[in-house]
């Protein structure tokens, strides 16, 4: 995907340095969007220094590199503050997440990385927000403040990075993980008051996250009633690289029986020995 990456990094790098928004890709076609084009990442922060003082080839190396050791960062900050785990083992989460198989196969996809660097960091301010959000002992809730807006500040981060799938799917997993142990309570202790106030928070995150984001939001959304998919795309295409129940078993183990073919790396789960060896103890240890 180096061919599909390094020219919108060569088309945004003379434009942040000439100080002008990159709005059209002139060598596609008789001209293209490309500031709508959200897979560009125009307005993604970390993206600017990186245009800016360096040429695009080396930007596109070291933002691969970035993402990498701030996914393995973010990790080890969930453990330590969520998981409450010692140093050493809130980073072999972060080690185990940053080089693990699914990211590593998500490094010729930069945008996709990008957005899930983000991920250990949005569940370690959701886990902020939730608790500032709950019930204290005399019923009287707190306000969640600086939890809350960091996750807002996170969730519109992982739109600008500019891959609407990955955001998508991101925030499906912090909602199973946000509420699915409230939803549980609830189902068997008949208490719905939490769940709907960590709905509300969540809900509320979200469209904070979104607001922020509308910068890049908007104009994409502006090209999508203009382009192909308006229309929406027939079955077999909406499904067509949503990993196969066959499959589950090769996505999660080490393909000891030969290399991932090239047309299933987008199915990679495993993350690695070590991170099963230590899952297995950690299951052990608890019973």
Known sequence: RFTSF?????????????????????????????????QVGVFYPLNWPLWWLLPAYRSVHLTIVLHLCLAALNAYVWGRTSLRMRRLGAWAVGCIYALGGYLGAQVEHVNQLQGLAWLPLMLMLWDGTRKRGSEGAKGQSQMPGLWFFGLALVIGLIFLAGHTQTAFIMLVGL????????????????????????????AGATALGMALAAVQLIPTWELLRLSVRAGGLPFNERVSFSLSPSYLARALLPGFAGAVPPEHIEYVAYVGVAGLALAVLAIVNRQ
Request: hydrophobic content about 45%; aromatic content about 16%.
């Open 6 to 38: 390094y020219p919108y990094c060569a088309e945004s790098t003379p434009s942040f340095r000439a100080v002008r928004l990159p709005l059209r890709n002139p060598y596609l076609f008789m001209g293209t969007p490309f500031l709508a084009n959200s």
């Open 175 to 202: 909602a199973a993980y946000g509420l699915g142990p409230g939803l549980w309570r609830a189902l068997r202790w008949r208490e719905w008051r939490p769940l709907l106030r960590q709905l509300a928070l969540l």
